[in-house]
């Protein structure tokens, strides 16, 4: 089932018990869908791993062949406050 955002906020005790009973309301804005609600514990946007699990099953992402981080032996390095603006404009021909 579908929604606008005002008709949900009209009515947002009557889609809550809707979701509790199990069912899942998309709430559109100017036609869009922009959100879902699900019920609790439903599996669905629970762990951010759930997105990351789905790409990798359907191969659109692939696991990295090393583990760790790959900046750990990346030097730290701290520039002067204001460097960067200064970069920029001298970049354009400002400076």
């Known amino acids: 089932m579908s929604t606008g955002i005002r008709e949900l906020k009209d009515n947002l005790s009557a889609y809550i018990r809707r979701v509790e009973a199990g069912e899942r ?21 629970r762990t951010r791993g759930g997105r990351w699990d789905e790409l990798m099953a359907t191969g659109v992402l ?15 390095i701290r520039l002067p406050r204001g460097t960067a603006a200064a970069l920029i404009d ?6």
């Open 25 to 45: 309301v998309s709430v559109t804005a100017h036609g869009r869908v922009v959100a879902e609600l699900v019920p609790a514990g439903s599996g669905a946007g």
């Open 62 to 76: 692939h696991a990295p062949e090393e583990a760790g981080d790959p900046f750990e032996d990346w030097p730290d």
């Open 90 to 95: 001298s970049d354009r021909g400002e400076a």
